[in-house]
């Protein structure tokens, strides 16, 4: 989850099925918002408002960085009364716009795999790859 390229943009992941991820956005002044999944079908819970993924990352963002200064990347006019990631959602004004999740996602991909990674000292299997079949030749 991070804040560039004028967007609020992160990887979330899926409550019900860990493989798959979902690539949220929204964007800073427009608020428009996208979600989709990695392999960049649109996100079943879009209906004209943001999905539960999207509300999942502006409460990770208000987390992280404090809803003030989410408010104002996102230039979201706020008021006292405004301390959540959800009151902050409902001050959204903008409609869905779809964002190539595949640009986003590969901001994450690094991330992703490291993750992927289980904890072992072994060498990774993947890695050995290039010196095997360099040595085939
Ligand atoms: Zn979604």
């Known amino acids: 989850m991070e804040l560039a390229d004028g967007r609020l943009q992160g990887v ?3 409550g019900s099925d860990i493989e798959r991820v979902y690539v949220s956005s929204i964007g800073a002044g427009t608020h428009g918002f996208s979600c989709s999944t990695n392999n960049n079908r649109p996100c079943g819970g ?3 408002s943001p999905c539960k993924h999207l509300r999942a990352l502006v409460d990770e963002a208000v987390l992280q960085y404090g ?3 989410v408010a104002r990347y996102l230039r979201v006019d706020i008021d006292e ?3 959540s990631g959800a009151a902050l959602v409902s001050r959204l004004n903008g409609s ?3 964002t190539p999740a595949a640009m986003v996602f590969s901001r994450f991909l690094r991330h992703l795999a490291y993750l ?3 904890p072992s000292a072994e060498p990774i299997a993947e890695l ?3 010196p095997a079949t360099g040595a085939v030749r």
């Open 128 to 130: 050995h790859w290039f």
């Open 96 to 98: 869905l716009a779809p």
């Open 12 to 14: 979330v992941s899926s």
């Open 116 to 118: 992927e990674l289980p």
């Open 46 to 48: 879009l209906h004209g």
């Open 67 to 69: 809803v003030h200064r």
């Open 81 to 83: 009364d405004t301390a």
